[in-house]
């Protein structure tokens, strides 16, 4: 089964992003923290994460993405951003990000994106 990893600290999203992939037969965890979701990260390897770029316990808008692309079991990990920021394209390219999703977002829209990106073709 497919594992995704939501890196937000809002319990609501959190909650509404999870019912969007119910039914969708993949695992889904949600981290309130960068710290937390490194950590499970690490020692779980999900097959994309989904992450905010603005979290209380990292400075600055990319960190959590610098941090995730510096880490050399991490790396890898198909990326989708969502932030209320607007894209920074250059910052989605040198990351290497698969999709970045303004807030307010369509939740179909990420579904799909996501789902693309773990089912094999």
Same mark, same amino acid.
């Given at each position: 089964?497919?594992?995704?990893?939501?890196?937000?600290?809002? &319990? @609501?999203?959190?909650? !509404?992003?999870?019912?969007? *992939?119910?039914?969708?037969?993949?695992? *889904? =965890?949600?981290?309130?923290?960068?710290?937390?979701?490194?950590? #499970?990260?690490? &020692?779980?390897?999900?097959? +994309?994460?989904? +992450?905010?770029?603005?979290?209380?316990? /990292?400075?600055?808008? #990319?960190?959590?993405?610098? &941090? !995730?692309?510096?880490?050399?079991?991490?790396?890898?990990?198909?990326? +989708?951003?969502? %932030?209320?920021?607007?894209?920074?394209?250059? @910052?989605? =390219?040198?990351?290497?990000? %698969?999709?970045?999703?303004? @807030?307010? *977002? %369509?939740?179909?829209?990420?579904?799909?994106?996501?789902?693309? /990106?773990?089912?094999?073709?």
């Amino acid at each position: 089964m497919a594992s995704i990893l939501l890196i937000d600290d809002d &319990a @609501k999203l959190g909650n !509404i992003i999870r019912m969007v *992939f119910y039914n969708h037969n993949v695992q *889904f =965890t949600h981290a309130h923290s960068a710290a937390e979701g490194l950590n #499970w990260a690490r &020692a779980q390897q999900p097959d +994309v994460m989904i +992450v905010d770029l603005l979290l209380p316990d /990292l400075p600055g808008e #990319w960190a959590l993405v610098e &941090a !995730i692309r510096r880490d050399e079991q991490l790396r890898m990990v198909p990326l +989708v951003v969502i %932030s209320g920021f607007d894209p920074d394209h250059d @910052k989605i =390219t040198r990351y290497g990000v %698969s999709a970045y999703f303004q @807030k307010p *977002f %369509s939740s179909a829209e990420l579904r799909g994106h996501v789902l693309n /990106l773990i089912t094999p073709v």
